[in-house]
């Protein structure tokens, strides 16, 4: 795979990883995937980030190390909405992933400077390709569950629908009961500015067909 193609699927990978987790936007680059899995091998189980920075935050017996609010909003998301997507029994099946990863194949071909790279695939691309489908395709089910649970306003997010009110009466509630906790009052502030501040969002109209099928047809689903 050359350079233009792995740019254009880590841009995808990240998309998976934080648009649809509510993050607002690419992830910061200490949390996207690759950096993570760096990060697993340079630091003590239960430890996220630098040790020598400021504790940021707690969750779930992660103690996060971190000077960026997205960051620590990235990392609490993650880990909650894992262990939320275990209990919901939130899973993807191969040909879920099959399908959507055939979609984002067809759309990406519709771009000639991209259609004759896709015809040079390697089973490096295509693992690539099936990991970016199940990171989706999973959040969109948690995305979904959330809405079902919490119910409140849908947002627009470049990565799809995301529950937006859902997603702050979890974070209260999981707060309340002690899995995260903030420990930083600025970064806390720039933390729960995403989910408090309607100005830097655009919602789906209440009531309209746009909500009814928000989270009623799987995107993976549709297309010839």
């Not at 189980?45 to 707690?58: E, K, S």
């Not at 004759?116 to 390697?122: K, M, P, Q, R, S």
């Not at 009961?177 to 009052?185: L, N, R, V, Y």
Request: aromatic share 8%; glycine share 8%.
């Amino acid at each position: 795979m050359n350079g233009r193609m792995k740019t254009r699927l880590r841009h995808l990978i990240c998309l998976a990883a934080a648009s649809l987790m509510g993050c607002g936007g690419d992830p910061p680059q200490s949390a996207a995937p690759s950096s993570v899995a760096v990060e697993a091998q340079a630091t003590p189980a239960g430890i996220h980030g630098d040790p020598a920075v400021a504790i940021a935050g707690r969750v779930l017996g992660t103690v996060v190390h971190t000077q960026d609010a997205e960051e620590l909003r990235y990392v609490v998301l993650k880990e909650l909405t894992d262990r939320y997507a275990a209990a919901q029994g939130i899973t993807v099946t191969q040909a879920e992933k099959e399908r959507y990863a055939a979609l984002v194949r067809e759309a990406l071909s519709k771009d000639p400077a991209v259609a004759a790279e896709l015809g040079e695939e390697t089973a490096e691309d295509r693992a690539a390709r099936l990991e970016i489908a199940a990171a989706f395709i999973k959040q969109w089910k948690i995305n979904r569950a959330l809405y079902q649970q919490y119910g409140g306003r849908i947002g627009f997010q470049q990565g799809g629908p995301e529950p937006l009110d859902a997603y702050r009466a979890f974070l209260e509630e999981r707060q309340a009961a002690g899995d995260f906790s903030i420990e930083d009052t600025a970064l806390a502030a720039q933390f729960w500015r995403y989910y408090e501040d309607d100005s830097i969002h655009s919602f789906v109209e209440p009531g309209s067909a746009d909500e009814a099928k928000a989270f009623g047809i799987q995107p993976w689903m549709s297309g010839p």
